[in-house]
């Protein structure tokens, strides 16, 4: 494994665990200041609404220009976002704040996914993908519980932590990483069929739904939490038990292919969460709702390893590919706090639990009309003893 991918993995490590801290801290402190259900949910959907679109944008420049260039300016970017944090007198400021703290992620990602695998052939692609997976979500496993437990010293303290974090996974890049951009990127063919397209593009709905339901997690249930009598570091352990889980299921999926191009993964994983989210809405205490916590970061791990690999397993137009995979998880983001906010205004806390119920169930709906098309394309590409 080379220098530069080390240093990708470091990098992205940290500055993870840093955007992991700071967004759980907006949140608390816009519950602080007084912050309603509604607020809260557009609180949650403007970065990453800015963040979709400006992805779309970021993966093909990153295609032009040398890899690097992006993830420093956004790191750069989110620090100045996220000190901005502790100036906020109001809701509004924090909603501002979210339009500079979206573009910042854009930059970041998508070029990094594809600088992964640009440095990866065919025979380590999985590796290397699933190194990069733990690496991010490692980082961000711990965010939520050390920004709640932070934020009982108030706002400054978790945002400090926050900024140096991820001012430092840009130094990484810039003096560990700018070099691995000359590497020749490898030629990888197997995801440019009928069949494989069939498998991105459900995996990308399927992304869709996932990140609704964490949309509305990460938002949202900090508020539902206060009113169930949890504290900041109760609600904090809760969510980091979802990146936990989903940091184990990157573990398994990166030692074994046996789910590569394969239904039934990624319709379980959807059936799962359904029944967690409809688990969210019923239950109350911490130790009831921490398995489901734990299943819900199992199924969003399998879902985002099948889109991004999916994505980058290509022969081409990595960074437009994993620009799109990012924008998806932007927009379920989007869509759930904002839909999930609503109803909670209207129906209560609990209610944005059964709107996730209904996103997911739409997303098992394409799952099986995908499941028609590539038993079609299986049947007329492959001998009827091998279509299975």
Not at 291 to 299: H, Q, Y
């Amino acid at each position: 494994m080379s220098r530069g991918l080390k240093a990708l993995y470091v990098s992205s490590f940290l500055f993870n665990l840093g955007v992991a801290m700071a967004v759980l801290t907006v949140t608390l402190q816009a519950i602080e200041l007084g912050s309603t259900p509604l607020q809260l949910g557009i609180i949650g959907m403007v970065w990453p609404a800015v963040f979709s679109a400006f992805a779309l944008m970021a993966g093909p420049i990153s295609d032009r220009i040398s890899r690097w260039i992006l993830p420093v300016a956004g790191s750069m970017l989110a620090c100045l976002s996220y000190a901005s944090v502790y100036l906020a007198t109001d809701p509004l400021h924090l909603m501002i704040i979210g339009l500079p703290a979206g573009v910042a992620l854009s930059l970041v990602w998508p070029p990094i996914e594809a600088w992964v695998a640009d440095l990866s052939s065919p025979e380590n692609m999985r590796r290397n993908v699933g190194f990069f997976n733990l690496s991010w979500s490692i980082g961000a496993a711990p965010g939520p519980l050390l920004a709640g437990v932070a934020f009982g010293s108030g706002v400054g303290l978790p945002l400090a932590i926050s900024i140096v974090l991820i001012a430092v996974s840009s130094a990484i890049i810039v003096v560990w990483s700018r070099d691995a951009v000359a590497v020749e990127r490898v030629e990888v063919d197997a995801g440019d069929g009928e069949l494989s397209r069939s498998f991105l593009y459900l995996a990308w709905i399927a992304n869709v739904a996932t990140y609704f339901t964490i949309g509305v997690m990460r938002s949202l249930f900090p508020k539902l939490g206060e009113q169930l009598g949890m504290g900041t570091t109760s609600i904090g352990a809760l969510l980091s038990l979802i990146t936990v889980s989903q940091v184990v299921s990157f573990a398994i999926l990166a030692r074994t292919s046996s789910w590569h191009y394969r239904l039934v993964p990624i319709f379980a994983s959807q059936a799962v969460l359904l029944v967690s989210s409809l688990m969210v809405y019923s239950l109350s205490g911490v130790g009831e709702l921490s398995p489901v916590m734990v299943l819900m970061g199992g199924c969003t791990g399998l879902v985002y390893y099948s889109s991004i690999y999916y994505s980058l397993n290509t022969s081409g137009s990595r960074g437009a590919r994993s620009g799109i995979h990012e924008a998806l998880i932007g927009v379920g983001i989007v869509l759930g706090p904002l839909s999930g906010g609503i109803v909670a205004q209207i129906w209560g806390l609990r209610a944005p639990y059964l709107l996730a119920a209904g996103a997911i169930t739409v997303a098992i709906s394409a799952t099986v009309l995908f499941g028609l098309k590539i038993r079609g394309i299986r049947r007329r590409t492959v001998p009827p003893d091998e279509a299975i």
